[in-house]
């Protein structure tokens, strides 16, 4: 006797629903049953996501994403300093960056980070599209490396800061160091010698 399964649209579900970051296998199925359990959870959901896919697109110049027909709100905003570039990973990052009100020029989105290990190369990334805008901005002040500070963020890092440094354009990286409220006792050694190097005069 074949051991009992769920039907074939659930297991295809389960795969799908596995397939997204940070979601396992139990992960996969607990949300399965969650959607299955009660009517009326499958459809919203399956709604917003047709909504997604058919009215989101990522800004052809920074990268976040924009509904089909509207222009860039990051792009298009005039009260934004027009003389800074901070280069992101992800369009999660211009939201944390944002969110905290240190920043406001314009972003850039790469769309990921370099690493060889997983195929990712640099004509995987926007940078072709991020040199084009540096060209095109002719009272560009600054570049701002805000990238991951682990091993592909770094390589990623030096990487721009060589095509960058081709274009006679000032590029910085973003201050690495303690944590707000943190202390000496649960910093590890390369977090103490970044605080240390970066330090600044108060």
Known sequence: MP?????PPLRRLIAQLKSLPGLGPRSAERLMLWLMQEAG???????????????????DDCGFFIEAGEECALCHDPKRQQTLICVVEQAA???????SGAYN????????????LDNVMP????????????????NL?????????DVEGEAT?????????????????????LPAGGGL??????TLYQAVSGRRTI
């Open 3 to 7: 051991a009992l399964d769920y039907p």
């Open 41 to 59: 959870r499958v459809e919203p959901l399956m709604d917003a996501l047709g909504s997604a896919s058919s009215r989101i697109h990522a800004c």
């Open 93 to 99: 990052d211009v939201l944390k960056l944002e969110r």
């Open 105 to 116: 020029g314009l972003y850039h989105v790469l769309g990921g980070r370099l690493s060889p």
């Open 123 to 138: 004509e995987d990334l926007r940078i072709e599209a991020l040199i084009r805008r540096v060209k095109a901005l002719p």
């Open 141 to 149: 002040d600054e570049v701002i490396l805000a990238v991951g500070a």
């Open 157 to 177: 890092a030096s990487y721009l800061g060589d095509v960058l440094r081709v274009e006679n354009v000032q590029v910085s990286r973003l201050a690495q160091g």
């Open 185 to 190: 006792d649960h910093a590890d050694e390369l």
